[in-house]
Each structure stands twice: as structure tokens, then as C-alpha cells.
């Protein structure tokens, strides 16, 4: 080692010292991150003392497969377990394990950290899990995410890319690079009941949509492009014959890399499909490593999961608790479904929007809760967090049949739970080990659960509304939502749908996918969503084709709302990248690129309603109004809105309603999704006054949201 890498190891050691002994904190990144101060690349003079080294990244699983992964290479490995995945942490535990005979390395790491840990660290292979969205306001869309991955195996040619080729956004960066690769994934149907919203179904190539013989969960699946025929690559490992028993999930890895197939058999304490795929890419993760499957099946029964992932905890009362992290839709939806198979009764579900957590929670709105309306004997859900009541309107219109209730504390949950009950505990990434440590407490100390009698559970009640007679229902369209649906805009679908039915408004939801024909003749109320840019892409050359369908419809007043990539479309041209793309000439409004990124809450003062709009934005874009255009609104938070110059915020043009702000909009913004309805009546000749809804919890998210964006302001 050389003299600057001593240097920089003794002060991660005494960085280590003083973060335990006088912080009274675990050691963490600080080590790491004050011997890369002192030597960037101290991982790599460390990683050149392990004889082989397999890196493990993707948006979920990436501490379970990790640790599972090191469990299965045996004594010998030094590992990152507690989850520090950034090139601190990596470089921490490289610093630790120094002097320890360690000749093996496995390593999570944060997507983004690839392209630094990567080329220092040269390891063998690298496991890529999958690719969700995740964090947007952090990551950006996931062609960003895609991008990093992808060079930092340019930078580390000799690494072999072990990946899901299940998840066309996998398989399109192993097409894009010159490593080797190991595709693998589930290679058969496992009659899965497919997520609502998917990241992206569509070609790497030619972006048209995938078709699917069969989908997972999510875009996992097997697929092939109709139009140029890119497919889901041959396997070398394939997850066959799988089984949910009373126990978890078998099945067997078939290892097909040589002229003889290898077959192993693999039984799991756990029920979740995403589980099939985690113990599938440990096992990878292992022969990579230099390791061997005869051993895999003990350090998977012996496995418990990090940081209290999953774990059961008994308490007062017989009263069980589990706790469950999720951190994005994919996550959760796969919480929703043990949840299910579980029949759960009592659910509590934590949210935060702190810095590590992305401040934007619009991807709630993407989480498919009404499948929990099936279920026979759901008491009641709770929830908590700091944007907990963003979290019970969404639970709101879900409409599952069981009572709603604000809590604070995991043991507020538990008051509302029977004695010998379960307890299913979700929360998203900075609110889980709270959880765990209070569930810890009161496992060692009790809660006297049993002396109090449960709190008040608030309930959603309505009167049965006296019909409004229509000649039709009011036809809602949703343009595209199987490319356009990055910022949870089922959201607005929901609460357009919902306060039309809470009032007795016949309505129907109509969706417009990709290839369909454009009918606007009877439409009521539009919404075109926002999308990443490869699939916005995909939308602009389909609406190309059908605008001046769209066209008429805004000219004839119709009621229309876009958002954010939508709301671009709208105008002469926007860009992606250097290149400028043509829009849709509907409205006159330009959109150029930014050297930055607009991302934070805004609220906006807006004709269109008593009540500030708030929301979220995340965009690049700088939108300029015509002058024969006007803004929705102008926004409240310095350097925010279309452009971060002018104050203005979105566009109001007749019945359209253009804006960057997500959220999603209309859930806490009622009294925007009421223009909306009443416009469209008016449109159609009826002058009506809509009835009141309780709308208290809406209320309540709506001034949690002004409270934050009033912060940022000052």
C-alpha cells in the first residue's frame, strides 16, 4: 500500500473511533468518505488485495441480495451489510476489513455510485436487479440511471454483466456495452396479477411498445419488439418450475451456460415473487464470486434479512407486527401483495419525504391499494409519517372498506389493533428504522396494550347523492397512461372519477393506449400525463399522426389537463437533449432546455380557485408563453414555475389547463378538479352548482404541501 493510502486509512480508522466512542453513532460512511478526501482512490489500492470482488446494484433487492450473496461466499468477505452503498460506504468497508485475511469482496451499490465505484474497483461481475423508478427528484428519469450504468461498464471492460433480462430496462444497457453478459430471469408464466402502471414497454431499438407473452410484475416479463424484433435475450440462468407453498416459494436455477444444463433446486422462507428474483441473482452473484451453489441452500435457510426487513415481532396482547420496507410502486405493490396472500386485517403504512427518501410522494398515487378492496376482513388502515396525510388521502380514494385513521407512532398503530392480531407495517426508506427501533422497544419493554382500550377509528362516510340526470355520463379520457404515467397522474384520474360518483355524476374513464385511434367526439375532460423522455417521444409521433383531433377538441372549449411533458406537447416544439422536437401547435408556448433542473414544491395563486395550488416540480424544461397565452398562476416560490424568470406558472387557455406541477395535482387541489368537472358540465349546457364533499383530508395534505413550499420560499 502506498504512503497516501496509509495515510488515509488511519484517518478513516480514527474517523471510525470518533463517530462510535464520541458520536455514540454506528461507523457508517465517515470513514470512507474522510480517507477518499485524503485519497480518491483508495478503493481501488484496497480492491487489489481481493482476489475477486462482485458488485451488486438496481433500484430494489440490492441489500437482501447482497448480503445473501456474501453469506453464500463464506468466511473471507468483506461486505457493506448495513446498506451504506455510496462510494463512501463501499471504500468504509474495504477500510475495516484490511488486516482480516479478506481475499473476496461483495458490495452494494447505489445506481448512481456505479460509474465511480466501478472503474476503482474492477471487480468480476456486476448484478444488476432491475429498474424502477425511484427517488425522481434525486435520480432523474431512469434513461439518466441507464446512462451512468452503462458507462461505468465501458470504464470497467473486463466486468461481466450479470443482469435481468426479464426487465427490458436491463437488458437495453447490456445491449449498449461491450462486457460480457449473463442474462437471467423467470422463464415461465407464474400467473401473476400484473402491476397498473409499468416504468417502460418499449423497445431499447425502435422505442414502438413491447408486446409480452407473459408480464411479473412491473415490465418484467418476456418480451419482443413487433417492429424490429428485439426480444428478451436467451437465458444463462432461468428460474424454472415455480411453486408458492405454504412455506415461500421453490423453484429450481437452471444454470444453461454450458453444453449440459445445471440444475438447482432452491426453497425460500419468503412469499414474494420479487424474492424468486433476489435469491436467483445471489446465487449468480456467488458463482461470480468465485463460489459454490452446493452451499447456497444453507446460507439462504440461515439467512435473516438486514436492518429488520421482514421480520416478525411479537408483542403485548399476542398482538404481531411485521415490518416491511418499500420505497417505491414496484416495492410496494410487492408489499400489497404479501399483504394479500396474508389476508391482513390491520395495516399501517409510514411515509417521508425527507432528503434520502425524494421529497416528491406523487409516486403513491402509483401503488395499486385497491387490490386491497377483496380483502374479507380489512379493519382498518393507518398511517403515519411526515407526509402521512398524503398518505390518507390516497387511502381515501382507494375506497377500501375499513376505517382510515392519523397516527404518529407505531404504538398509536397498535391501539387500534385486537389482541393476537397481526400488525402489517409499511414504510418507505427513512421511516423504516424508526419502525424497527420502536417495534424493538416495545418487544423488550411492553406497551400495556392491554390495560387501554383501542382510540376512535375516523371513518368515510358519505350520503347516498341524488343522481344528476345526463343524457350520457361524462366521459373522461386518459390519454396514453401506458407511456405517460411517471407522476402518478392516476391520481387525477381518481379524483376526477371520484368526486363526479361522491356526487352522483354519471361518469366514465375511457383510456387512449398507444396504437388506438384518437376519438374525441363525445370527450368531456382530457388529461395527457407526463413521461420520460423516450416515451414522451413515443406519444408525440403517435399524437403527430392525430392532431387535429386534438386540436378541434381545445378549440371547441373542451376541458383538457396536461401535465409537465403533456403540457410541452402542447406547444410549437420542445427539446430532448440537442435535439429539438416538434409539437403539436396546439397552444402557443415554446420549451426549451435548462442548464438545471426546476425540482421542489411550489404553490401558485391561481384565478382558478380560492385556495393556493400546490404541488410538486421536477423538469428541465423552460417554458415560454405567446403573448396571446396566460399562465395558470404565478408561482409563490422564487426561481420556480415555466421558467424560473417570469413568475408565471403553467397556462390557462379556455378550458385547458397546462401545468409542471405533480403530485399529483387534483387530489389535494379539490377545488382545481372542480373547475374541471363544472366546466365540463357547462360545456355540455348545464349550469350546476356542485354539491360540498368532506373534504378535510384533502385540506390537510393540501396545507402540509403549502406549509412546505411557504418554507422553501423563505
Known amino acids: 500500500m502506498n504512503p497516501r493510502s496509509r495515510i488515509a486509512c488511519l484517518a478513516g480508522d480514527l474517523a471510525h473511533w470518533g463517530t462510535v466512542h464520541v458520536l455514540h453513532r454506528g461507523g457508517g460512511n465517515a470513514p470512507g468518505a474522510v480517507a477518499l478526501r485524503l485519497d480518491p482512490g483508495i478503493i481501488g489500492e484496497l480492491g487489489r488485495g481481493l482476489e475477486r470482488s462482485v458488485v451488486v446494484t438496481g433500484t430494489n433487492g440490492k441489500t437482501t441480495t ?17 446498506g451504506n452503498n455510496m462510494e463512501s460506504g463501499i471504500a468504509a468497508a474495504l477500510i475495516a476489513a484490511r488486516g482480516t485475511g479478506a481475499r473476496t469482496g461483495c458490495f452494494e451499490c447505489d445506481e448512481l455510485y456505479t460509474v465511480r465505484v466501478l472503474p476503482r474497483l474492477r471487480p468480476q461481475g456486476l448484478v444488476l436487479l432491475n429498474l424502477f423508478r425511484d427517488q425522481l427528484d434525486r435520480y432523474g428519469e431512469i434513461d439518466h440511471t441507464q446512462d451512468v450504468i452503462a458507462e461505468a461498464l465501458r470504464r470497467s471492460p473486463e466486468t461481466t454483466l450479470a443482469y435481468n433480462a426479464d426487465d427490458p430496462l436491463c437488458a437495453s444497457i447490456a445491449a449498449r ?17 400484473s402491476d397498473r402502471i409499468s416504468d417502460s414497454r418499449f423497445c431499447a431499438r425502435c422505442n414502438a411498445p413491447l408486446d409480452y407473452e407473459y408480464v411479473h410484475y412491473g415490465q418484467l416479463g418476456a418480451y419482443r419488439c413487433p417492429e424490429c424484433g428485439w426480444a428478451r435475450p436467451e437465458l444463462a440462468f432461468a428460474a424454472v418450475n415455480v411453486t408458492l407453498t405454504c412455506g415461500g416459494y421453490e423453484f429450481d436455477v437452471e444454470d444453461r451456460r454450458g453444453e449440459k444444463v445445471v440444475r438447482h433446486h432452491v426453497r425460500t422462507r419468503y412469499n414474494g415473487l420479487y424474492m424468486v428474483y433476489n435469491v436467483m441473482a445471489a446465487l449468480v452473484a456467488c458463482l461470480l464470486g ?35 420496507l418499500a420505497k417505491n410502486p414496484a416495492g410496494f405493490n410487492r408489499m400489497i401483495a404479501q399483504v394479500r396472500a396474508e389476508q391482513g386485517r390491520y395495516l399501517a403504512l409510514f411515509l417521508n419525504d425527507n432528503d434520502a427518501d425524494g421529497h416528491d410522494v406523487s409516486w403513491i398515487w402509483d401503488i395499486d391499494l385497491e387490490r386491497l378492496r377483496d380483502l374479507p376482513d380489512l379493519r382498518c388502515v393507518l398511517v403515519g409519517g411526515t407526509r402521512r396525510e398524503d ?3 390516497r387511502v381515501k380514494y382507494a375506497e377500501l372498506p375499513c376505517a382510515i385513521e392519523l397516527i404518529d407512532s407505531v404504538e398509536g398503530a397498535l391501539r387500534h389493533v385486537e389482541a393476537g392480531e397481526k400488525l402489517h407495517v409499511v414504510a418507505n426508506y427513512t421511516a423504516f428504522p424508526p419502525v424497527v427501533t420502536e417495534l424493538e422497544r416495545l418487544c423488550k419493554s411492553g406497551t400495556g396494550l392491554d390495560s387501554q382500550s383501542a382510540a376512535s377509528v375516523s371513518w368515510i362516510e358519505r350520503d347516498e347523492p341524488r343522481p344528476l340526470a345526463l343524457d350520457r355520463p361524462l366521459r373522461i379520457v386518459h390519454l396514453y397512461p401506458d407511456a405517460l404515467n411517471l407522476y402518478g397522474d392516476g391520481g387525477n384520474i381518481a379524483s376526477l372519477s371520484k368526486r363526479c360518483e361522491w356526487r352522483g355524476i354519471p361518469c366514465r374513464v ?18 395527457l400525463g407526463g413521461g420520460a423522455d423516450r416515451d414522451q417521444l413515443a406519444v408525440c409521433h403517435e399524437l403527430q399522426g392525430q392532431r387535429e383531433k386534438l386540436a378541434a377538441y381545445v378549440a371547441d372549449g373542451g ?16 427539446m430532448m437533449g440537442d435535439e429539438r422536437i416538434e409539437g403539436l401547435h396546439i397552444l402557443d408556448l415554446d ?35 405567446g403573448a396571446g397565452e396566460k399562465p395558470l398562476g404565478r408561482a409563490m416560490v422564487h426561481g420556480s414555475g415555466n421558467n424560473g424568470e417570469d413568475g408565471g406558472e403553467g397556462v390557462l387557455h379556455d378550458g385547458v389547463v397546462g401545468t409542471y406541477l ?28 356542485l354539491a360540498a364533499l368532506d373534504d378535510d383530508l384533502e385540506v390537510l395534505a393540501h396545507d402540509v404541501a403549502l406549509r412546505i413550499a411557504e418554507r422553501d420560499r423563505r
Open 391 to 393: 398518505m390518507a388521502v
Open 177 to 193: 456495452v461491450d462486457n460480457a453478459g449473463l442474462p437471467f430471469g423467470i422463464d415461465e408464466p407464474t400467473d401473476t396479477e
Open 510 to 527: 375511457d383510456q387512449v393506449l398507444m396504437g388506438d385511434e384518437l376519438d374525441l367526439a363525445d370527450a368531456d375532460v382530457v388529461l
Open 66 to 82: 447482497t448480503g445473501l450473496a456474501a453469506d453464500a461466499l463464506g468466511a473471507g468477505v468483506v461486505c457493506n451489510r448495513a
Open 290 to 324: 468465485g463460489g459454490d451453489a452446493a452451499g447456497f441452500q444453507d446460507a439462504l435457510d440461515a439467512y435473516e434479512p438486514a436492518s429488520g426487513r421482514g421480520k416478525t415481532f411479537s408483542l403485548d396482547g399476542g398482538r404481531r407486527a411485521v415490518s416491511m
Open 662 to 689: 405533480h403530485g399529483p395535482i387534483l387530489p389535494k387541489n379539490p377545488g382545481v378538479t372542480d373547475w374541471l368537472i363544472a366546466r365540463a358540465l357547462e360545456r355540455r349546457g348545464l349550469a350546476v352548482d
Open 591 to 625: 420549451t426549451t432546455a435548462g442548464d438545471t433542473r426546476l425540482i421542489g414544491n411550489v404553490a401558485v395563486d391561481s384565478p382558478l380557485c380560492e385556495a393556493p395550488i400546490v404541488g410538486f416540480e421536477n423538469h428541465a424544461g423552460r417554458t415560454v408563453l
Open 559 to 574: 376541458v383538457l389537463l396536461a401535465i409537465c411533458g403533456g403540457y410541452q406537447l402542447l406547444g410549437h416544439y420542445y
